[in-house]
């Protein structure tokens, strides 16, 4: 065991480490290879990512990490574009976004490229944006994303934005790696229009209403009075701080500030009662949970053997010739049988 | 390999072939035991299950899966003692339930023992009733339910029926092991207060409305038709045959011919056009692909040493020494290390 793991590190260890250093230097093309090693599913990179991870996992967690959901519609990009602006020209941040491909079958957001849908931001030296592929179950937020964080973190972000296409497991996988989680609304709308379930409501820190702006202006300050009066009726927040609704226009840049004090003074409170600290380290040990998921998801069905057996006796069980549980064991043995020895 | 399977086979073989051939000849001690061993998690346990299970599998299947559900207080177990005692007087039935144990935390039945919930069925020469113990995310439904189905059918027990109580995704489980799923439910009582989801009604193959006595029968066949009609507005079956609604009185044994009925019809249905046999075989793979992930959960995370492993990281990573998909990746290592070579 000993050699084996020295071996490989004798391996691996000078690619790794030189594209670490290039990512705690800021590196953009470093980091976005480091995210798409994060994001592979082979062994070998998996492996290779664990390092990439060991390293940049000292440099991380200083920063601010912000959950943004809402549905098709509301404005998340646009929103995420006029804010991102205004969190590095006014309050001095450097923002990593963590975006949603729009191409995905699942997000009904813009068709064109990610690019020309964050177009100031996209191209300000001081953002970072990525598009996920919106790939498997979780619509949109890749199983990497932690991971994603962390090396964002290392690379010099304070706040990292990570957007969800509002599918309900992306907002919770989200609210799971977030300090802040953000709900966007529109007014007049209708809850149930905006298909608002009262779960993602109970999960929000703070609520925006977009699109303030115009005619809609009114509707939005009435919207804010309601939805304000409604968040009193739900059970006192874990995080010791009540979510607050405020209005906003980001295609006019207008109230920017309001969004940020939302997160401010959140923030403010968190990290005095100790909440912020205890909730990164619950998101630690949930991450942990679903690594080890993700080690038998890759090692075990990953493996090519133990693909081909399943489907074999796949059919041998639909025929009966075989019980399924007795398959079962036998997808195990292969397994074993495929391990160097 | 061959000599280790060999040397297990020579084991444990005499015990299980014993066992099996009491079950086979219908002997309820027997088929009690079997039911245990199926349950337990232990690797060895398993091994044995898996035995027995292969030995019965070519003696089962020739009998009809009936699943019951409704919320607590609409009677399911008053249903299952009368209607039992129906199939087996009226219809010359074998019938085996597997129940679930009403003294769970999550059952809100009797907080008698279940011996006296199903008086004259209990002890009915005729009838096997199996408490299964409410453990887990289940809610009831022991996950080898499927294997229990297995080996009441060897035993010589025709109808089967699995009882569930009806919070989520034990009702799913259940559905996915059984032909039949009937919905019981109650007049007057209003959707929401029983408890009643959309999706839930969609999954019925038939709905009975129980407790059609006394001063309810009016409002129980006014139920019968507001139901009847509701049920039309729901996508065709995939089953061929359209779910209808019977009214009945477990209490009084009033119309339990029309409970009979119910399932009759969609036998005789679901049996010519194939889907009763289409259903089986897909239910299989479900099972073996259930079983997969049950032999990771004993072979992996039943293993002592990667227990002991995993909570040993688990203070590592809060702490933040070690990267969670490091840790992950540790736990897997542990794993490979605890294998005979």
């Known amino acids: 065991m000993q050699n084996k793991s020295f071996k490989r590190k004798k391996v691996a260890q000078p690619n790794v480490k030189t594209l670490a250093d290039a990512i705690l230097a800021g590196n953009f093309t470093a980091l976005s290879k480091g995210i798409t090693l994060c994001e592979s599913k082979k062994v070998e990179d998996r492996k290779l990512a664990n390092e990439l991870i060991k390293i940049c996992l000292p440099h991380s967690g200083n920063s601010i990490r912000i959950g943004i959901t809402g549905v098709p519609g509301v404005g998340k990009s646009t929103f995420i574009e006029s804010f991102g602006i205004y969190l590095i020209e006014k ?52 199983h990497h994303s932690r991971e994603s964080i962390i090396l964002c973190e290392a690379a010099g972000f304070d706040t990292i934005i990570v957007e969800t296409v509002g599918v309900g497991q992306s907002e919770i996988e989200v609210k799971e790696m977030t300090d802040f989680f953000l709900l966007l609304m529109l007014a007049g709308a209708g809850d149930e229009l905006q298909g608002i379930k009262r779960g993602i409501m109970e999960m929000a820190d703070g609520m925006l209403i977009n699109k303030a702006d115009g005619e809609n202006l009114l509707n939005a ?19 010791g701080s009540s979510p607050k609704v405020e209005i906003c226009s980001a295609l006019q840049a207008f109230h920017l500030e309001k969004a940020w004090s939302l997160i401010e003074n959140y923030l403010n409170i968190t990290q005095q009662n100790g909440y912020f600290e205890k909730q990164r380290q619950g998101q630690l040990k949930a991450w942990f949970n679903k690594s080890i998921q993700e080690q038998v998801n890759v090692r075990l069905f990953g493996n090519t053997a133990v693909k081909e057996k399943i489907s074999l006796l796949e059919q041998q069980v639909e025929q009966r010739n075989i019980s399924p549980t007795e398959a079962a064991e036998q997808v195990f043995e292969e397994f074993l049988r495929t391990l160097p020895r």
Chains 1, 2 share one sequence.
Do not use: C, W
């Open 221 to 239: 300050k009435r919207a804010k009075r309601e939805y304000q009066n409604a968040l009193h009726l739900f059970p006192a927040a874990e995080s």
């Open 91 to 142: 309050q001095h941040k450097k923002v990593a976004v963590l975006a949603v491909d729009p191409s995905s079958k699942r997000s009904r957001g813009s068709i064109l490229g990610d690019k020309t849908r964050m177009n100031e931001l996209s191209v300000h030296p001081k953002a970072f944006i990525r598009p996920s592929p919106s790939s498997g179950s979780l619509g949109g937020v890749t």
